[in-house]
DNA sequence: CTGCGAAGGTTGCAGCAGCATTACGGAGCT
DNA sequence: AGCTCCGTAATGCTGCTGCAACCTTCGCAG
């Protein structure tokens, strides 16, 4: 891990990139907030550590600069200004903590850690089906991002035979999916639907087929 | 915005509960550490606020557990034990942020910002839409900078469409962000609110309109 | 190859669930 | 007091959806 500390007082400059050091984290320091944007440009850091005070300027100032700049790397700022206005001043500017001076360096350790607690992502993916992107989670349907509309009924039946998509669905299943128990259908509803979306899609140029396998189910095929 | 509150001293919550809610926070409350892992999983928060004492035990032990089951959710350590290494202790457990008792709740708003601006995040700090630019943080809506002003419901109504331009959200989706599960509504308030904001957006000359899918759920569209 | 029965496809139609809009009154804020 | 916000309910409308009638396709056996 490395990081870019900006900070005018040489001593606790010095000492900080020691204790950092000591836990495996590398350091670059400069006291020149000119210096940072060029120094973030050469190098990915993965978290910035800014005082607020510093010989050309308020470091607050370079939170803007940095993020128009397109970087999202976390910024903490150390100060020795500490009042609770001040705080929510840093962190509305977009600093991602705040930590007064003095501290421990365990603290800010454990700060370093939470900023850059990167949890899982548990991005779904969504399904894609010919020029179909299929959101499942949201019963989306896109075509080359554009929203496609569907009926209640027709967008769970095509949601359902996306997600086994080139694999046949029983008929059964399909029932399922679209009706719960209370709802009996007595008629071809379902038959109805499939043609209904098969038409739609067709429309829509969304690049599958629904195909039937007689006396089972139905497949969603891509062209 | 919507966030789950555990903590133990009624007032407090409810003052908060108060608090947040005029800032567009939706919060839902409970003093049980059994109950936080259930309510996770009935709704996606997007912080968590967690005292440390609470009746059945020390706060910080749910952490662990909400992470293993994979909530990744930001949380926010509040309470009274604000030594510097009960703070280390905090983070290390892996909360996102830790915050003395008492605070103010500016510097709670800032802080949940600042979480919820981290990469880890999946909230877009400014959400372009038509001619307006939402900040989704603080619920701000300018239309060529000028500023929108909209009642709080119609207000997270619009925010959560946006967030998910062009993208349906499903009718409960919508409630949730609205509503917490003490307000319970029986009536279309909902709609309701959705009629009176497409008329401001109009009025206003905001480019986007408000589709709805019948049977499903809502869509905001750029003109 | 041809005929037959069953499964599936298509389409018009009527009913109704779901949505849009608006007025009204209570609640809360300044 | 005056204002806005917000939940409720009444009203009207749209178009989804189940149904049924009719047509087409498929599989199979003679």
Redesign the pocket.
């Known amino acids: 891990m490395r990081i870019l500390l900006l900070e005018d007082e040489k001593e606790l400059a010095n000492a900080l990139s020691a204790a950092l050091n000591k836990h495996g984290i590398v350091t670059d320091h400069t006291m020149h907030l000119a210096d940072a944007i060029e120094l973030t440009r050469q190098h990915p850091y993965d978290a910035i550590l800014l005082d607020r005070r510093l010989p050309d300027g308020e470091g607050l100032t370079l939170i803007p600069k940095l993020r128009r700049s397109g970087t999202d790397t976390p910024i903490i700022v150390l100060t020795a200004r500490n009042e609770p206005l001040e705080r929510v001043e840093g962190l509305e500017t977009g600093a991602d903590d705040y930590l007064g001076k003095p501290f421990l360096v365990e603290e800010l350790l454990a700060r370093l850690r939470a900023v850059l607690r990167r949890p899982s992502s548990l991005a779904e993916p969504g399904i894609a089906a010919g020029r179909m992107m299929i959101d499942s989670l949201h019963l989306n349907v896109t075509i080359d991002s554009m929203p496609l509309d569907l009926?209640?009924?027709?967008l769970l039946v095509l949601v359902t035979l996306a997600k086994r998509k080139d694999k046949t669905v029983l008929?059964p299943t399909l029932e399922a999916a679209v009706?719960n128990y209370e709802?009996e259908?007595?008629?071809?509803?379902l038959?109805?639907?499939?043609?209904?979306l098969?038409?739609r899609l067709l429309d829509a140029g969304a690049g599958v087929t629904i195909h039937?396998i007689?006396?089972?189910g139905y497949l969603l095929k891509e062209e």
């Open positions: 009926p209640r009924r027709e008929r009706y709802e259908i007595q008629s071809n509803a038959d109805a639907h499939i043609s209904r098969r038409k039937n007689r006396g089972v």
